[in-house]
């Protein structure tokens, strides 16, 4: 197959990378090209192999997950990867999506959203639902109280895209934008495109980080008044 999607799987575990081929495989527009048990073998493997999606696993030996995204990102932009992650008290998710990654999936996401967020990200989107981003909150708050200063440069948003972007921190879609906001899904499309080029970041998880950063959304869901 050379005109569908091309994954890249990295886990230690033998068995979680079995279950994840599975899966992908029996999808007619996946195909998964290769495997990896540690970070550096990722590196070698999309350097060689070209994927268009990378599932990467985060606790691993050799190179964490977390170095090689930052690596993968900066070498081959093209490439997107996808975080695997157990959540276990794991401080490694907020680095994770800092250093690049399109997104984030727990290791018991069903199959339907897996195979769900692997085209969402080949198409530019990032995965990024509401019971995901809740977890990636509680993670990552430390480190946004360290970080955050207030609207910063918000200013450079529209009204509407500021209502867009409020609704991008709290972790909606863009069909759940549009029907929240009564817009169609390429307004909300075009909307997320310019907020994202406005605010200088690389995708949308970006952007669900600065909304928490900047603070018009809150641990608890609520936006700022200002």
């Known amino acids: 197959m050379t005109d569908g999607i091309r994954v890249l799987l990295v886990d230690d ?12 495989e029996a999808e007619p527009d996946i195909a998964v090209v290769g495997e990896a048990s540690n970070g550096a073998e990722a590196l070698q493997s999309v350097r060689r192999l070209h994927p268009d999606v990378v599932l990467m696993d985060v606790r691993m030996p050799d190179l964490n997950g977390i170095d090689a995204t930052r690596e993968i990102s900066r070498t081959h932009p093209d490439t997107r990867v996808l975080v695997l992650t157990t959540y276990d008290r794991d401080d490694f998710a907020f680095g994770a999506l800092t250093a690049g990654a399109a997104g ?10 897996l195979v769900a967020a692997v085209r969402a990200v080949r198409t530019g989107d990032a995965v990024v639902s509401p019971r995901v981003t809740a977890k990636l909150i509680e993670v990552a708050v430390p480190h946004l109280e360290q970080r955050r200063d207030r609207d910063d440069d918000l200013s450079v948003l529209s009204e509407r895209e500021r209502e867009v972007f409020v609704l991008i921190g709290r972790g909606l ?16 499309k075009a909307h997320v ?15 669900v980080i600065k909304a928490y950063e900047a603070g018009v959304v809150s ?8």
């Open 13 to 24: 575990q033998e068995l979680v990378r079995y279950g994840l081929r599975l899966v992908l």
């Open 104 to 113: 984030f999936l727990l290791k018991n996401t069903r199959p339907d959203e």
């Open 173 to 188: 879609t863009n069909i759940e934008i549009a029907e929240a906001l009564h817009l169609s899904e390429s307004t909300v």
């Open 193 to 207: 495109g310019r907020i994202l080029a406005k605010l200088q970041l690389p995708n949308r998880v970006q952007a």
């Open 219 to 226: 641990v608890g869901g609520r936006e700022s008044a200002s």
